[in-house]
């Protein structure tokens, strides 16, 4: 498999929201409340989104983040991205990211790439960093 860096996601987020135990897990919701994106294309990251987050037991969660980002020439990308965060390991962790964007807009190979992110903790409190990798197969 070959990976080709796209960008890399500093995301702030604010504090969390306990909803309480589920059948899942214990769930909270983490909100995103902005940041930056920097690579091949560049941008901000829309206050709003969350990460839905549900801690499976004392050392996994499973997150699930929904948020908007904009490129710096207006563009908006919808982002879905999910993974498993398992703190007896070292970061980073990976997760599957899944873009939408218009399809005739100069991003719409994000519609239809692959892609893998690489997530770990930025420096300030409450920062997450994740480095989106486009991946193909090797012939």
Partial sequence: MKEELI???RVECGPWMVI??????????IPITGGEF????????IPGG????????????????KYVIQTEDGFYISVENEGEIDDRKAAPFLTKPV?????????????ESKFIGK?????AAGEVVI???RVSEMK
């Fill in 99 to 111: 873009f939408q964007v218009d399809k005739n807009s100069p991003y719409g190979w994000l519609n």
């Fill in 7 to 9: 960008f890399s996601l």
């Fill in 119 to 123: 997530l770990g903790f930025g420096k």
């Fill in 38 to 45: 920097t690579g091949k294309i560049n941008g901000k990251i």
């Fill in 20 to 29: 309480g135990q589920t059948d899942e897990g214990q769930l909270r919701v």
């Fill in 131 to 133: 480095d989106i990798y």
């Fill in 50 to 65: 969350a990460d839905w987050n549900t801690q499976r037991d004392e050392s996994v969660s499973y997150a699930f983040a």
